[in-house]
Nanobody, 118 residues
Framework: QVQLVESGGGLVQPGGSVRLSCQVS????????MGWYRQAPGKEREFVAT???????DYADSVKGRFSISRNVDRKMVYLQMNNLKAEDTGVYYC????????????WGQGTQVTVFS
């Protein structure tokens, strides 16, 4: 059974930092790219960052230079370091396992809330 469990969300002031973690079980990170997505109230879920099987990273323009995605393949952990947070970063952050196969199944975590407030 595949499970993705996010943690690390919470309340933070503008300019602050938070590190999100995603514990993966039931699949190998060698076979999946991993990503972080977020959903703000009243908005659609959007791409934040991905890291592929060989470690290439991609970021949404809105978070470039502030967020950093990383992973520990042996521990099956994926991280999102978020610095210089802004109010518009508020939302539920989801971890996603992205299949390398066309038509393969992707998996989502249940999400963790990040609220940036002043």
């Amino acid at each position: 059974q595949v499970q993705l469990v996010e943690s690390g969300g919470g309340l933070v002031q503008p300019g602050g930092s938070v590190r999100l973690s995603c514990q993966v079980s039931g699949l190998s990170l060698d076979n999946y790219g991993m990503g972080w997505y977020r959903q703000a109230p009243g908005k659609e879920r959007e791409f934040v960052a991905t890291i592929n099987r060989v470690g290439f990273r991609d970021y949404a323009d809105s978070v470039k230079g502030r967020f950093s995605i990383s992973r520990n393949v042996d521990r099956k952990m994926v991280y999102l370091q978020m610095n210089n947070l802004k109010a518009e970063d508020t939302g539920v952050y989801y971890c996603k396992a992205i299949s390398r196969s066309i038509g393969g199944q992707d998996y989502w975590g249940q999400g963790t809330q990040v609220t940036v407030f002043s």
